[in-house]
């Protein structure tokens, strides 16, 4: 972290001023382009959970979209966007998906059968027991998905540089390579390892305290 914030001060003034403006819009474009990924796949993983024979063709849909390089995907949309941050978040959004939706099926999947038939017994209709028990099983399962496209979006929305002032941190590579100042390139290589390796912690801590009852079990144990 010192090393970090010594490149910080070391870089020209004009980068320092927008520094933490680039943390932010890191921040709040690659998380919510996993929150968004999140609302999209649990849905689509409940219906393929339901229905099997649906998983492997959605999967394989999904793995394709995954596929597509980001630039690419990029440049399609300026015509529909334009130079935006929609232009960045449409695409990171696709992109969990690959990693979110197996998650949500795996996770529905090691629900035990006994757990689901005793909510059948009493009473819970398919709304109440997915929401009240098979959702908070599948929790761990989901929340290790979820970690890794968080770190994935990170990572991926520096490519948005290249359309534009909407890459966050990776502008700061961009701004390297223009005045041939490998600083900016280091510093912004170490911000995002910092600011993955903090996301992953946070959502660990989240992880914890939406299951309360995974700490209570292994104790037991």
Do not use: H, K
Request: proline residues 5%; neutral net charge.
């Amino acid at each position: 972290m010192s090393a970090l914030a010594t490149s910080v001060f070391d870089m020209p003034s004009y980068v320092q001023s927008s520094y933490v403006g680039l943390i932010l819009t890191q921040l709040e474009v690659s998380l919510g382009a996993t929150l968004a990924g999140l609302a999209i796949a649990l849905p689509i993983g409940q219906f393929c959970s339901r229905l099997p024979r649906l998983y492997p063709p959605t999967l394989g849909l999904v793995t394709l979209i995954y596929s597509i390089p980001s630039i690419a995907l990029f440049v399609l949309l300026i015509d529909y966007t334009g130079e935006s941050e929609t232009t960045v978040f449409i695409p990171l959004t696709l992109y969990t998906l690959a990693i979110l939706v197996p998650g949500v099926v795996d996770g529905i999947r090691s629900v035990p059968r006994d757990v689901l038939d005793a909510a059948d017994g009493m009473g819970y209709g398919r709304a109440r027991r997915y929401l009240a028990v098979e959702l908070p099983i599948a929790l761990p399962t989901l929340m290790a998905a979820v970690r890794v496209a968080a770190v994935s979006s990170l990572s991926l929305m520096s490519i948005g540089a290249t359309i534009g002032n909407y890459g966050g941190i990776g502008d700061l590579f961009l701004l390297g390579l223009r005045f041939f100042d490998n600083r900016l390139i280091w510093v912004g290589l170490i911000t995002l390892l910092v600011l993955s390796v903090l996301c992953d912690i946070a959502l660990r801590l989240v992880q914890r305290l939406l299951t309360p009852w995974a700490r209570s079990l292994r104790s037991i144990g």
